[in-house]
């Protein structure tokens, strides 16, 4: 098996880890759902060492995962988890949250129970950042955010870009306050929350 690799993942790193450098300053322990490829854990893990970066994904993608962690060897990224929204979570808490470019990939349906299932795994005042594409009061924020849109709905009908005001209104059901709406390059947001 060749190890996979995003291409996407070595544009959006560093906007993202500006952010997270900020955000996570304080925090010790990151569950990233969703880790697809590994690039953004093994990038993030590096560059934080303070953190303790805990990737999960579905079943499929950990032995990639493995890959990338393996080769990098650092001392703050354990094993990979299996995490599916529709199963039972592997027990863990942790004061940060981190997932990039999941929610559009995801049914609305799992994208609710990704929601309903934070508060189990959030300590009090645990930070929350999800970063991807939104649309805005029901609009798309560029052209390139319509087309990518158009392209993932007829790729699946289920996939497609999230309304930001609905996504907000799921993660204030969970017990979230939100923080910032953090625009980056490319048409894309980092949203931060914060666990009351």
Same mark, same amino acid.
């Given at each position: 098996?060749?190890? /996979? =690799?995003?291409?996407?993942?070595?544009?959006?790193?560093?906007?993202?880890?500006?952010?997270?450098?900020? $955000?996570?300053?304080?925090?010790?322990?990151? &569950?990233?759902?969703?880790?697809?490829?590994? #690039?953004?854990?093994?990038? =993030?893990?590096?560059?934080?060492?303070? &953190?303790? !970066?805990?990737?999960?994904?579905?079943?499929?993608?950990?032995?990639?995962?493995?890959?990338?962690?393996?080769?990098? @060897?650092?001392?703050?990224? /354990?094993?990979?988890? @299996?995490?599916?929204?529709?199963?039972? !979570?592997? /027990? +863990?808490?942790?004061?940060?949250? =981190?997932?990039?470019?999941? &929610?559009?990939?995801?049914? !609305?349906?799992?994208?609710?129970?990704?929601?309903?299932?934070?508060?189990?795994?959030?300590?009090?005042?645990?930070?929350?950042? +999800?970063?991807? /594409? =939104?649309?805005?009061?029901? #609009?798309?924020?560029?052209?390139?955010?319509?087309?990518?849109?158009?392209?993932?709905?007829?790729?699946?009908? $289920?996939?497609? +870009?999230?309304?930001?005001? @609905?996504?907000?209104?799921?993660?204030?059901?969970?017990?979230?306050?939100?923080?910032?709406?953090?625009?980056?390059?490319?048409?894309?947001?980092?949203?931060? !929350?914060? @666990?009351?």
């Amino acid at each position: 098996m060749n190890k /996979p =690799f995003s291409a996407a993942c070595e544009r959006n790193r560093e906007p993202i880890l500006s952010v997270l450098a900020t $955000h996570f300053a304080d925090c010790s322990h990151v &569950l990233e759902i969703g880790s697809g490829t590994g #690039q953004h854990a093994v990038h =993030f893990a590096a560059a934080l060492p303070h &953190l303790v !970066w805990q990737c999960s994904d579905r079943p499929e993608h950990l032995p990639g995962i493995r890959m990338w962690l393996d080769d990098a @060897a650092l001392p703050n990224t /354990p094993p990979p988890l @299996a995490l599916d929204v529709n199963t039972p !979570w592997p /027990p +863990i808490e942790v004061d940060a949250v =981190f997932s990039a470019n999941t &929610l559009h990939i995801m049914a !609305w349906a799992e994208v609710e129970r990704l929601f309903a299932k934070l508060p189990a795994v959030l300590k009090p005042g645990a930070r929350l950042v +999800i970063y991807g /594409p =939104f649309r805005i009061g029901g #609009q798309h924020t560029s052209p390139s955010n319509a087309a990518f849109d158009a392209s993932l709905r007829a790729q699946a009908e $289920h996939m497609g +870009i999230r309304d930001l005001d @609905a996504v907000k209104a799921l993660a204030t059901d969970a017990g979230l306050l939100h923080l910032a709406d953090i625009p980056l390059p490319a048409n894309n947001r980092c949203q931060l !929350w914060q @666990a009351l």
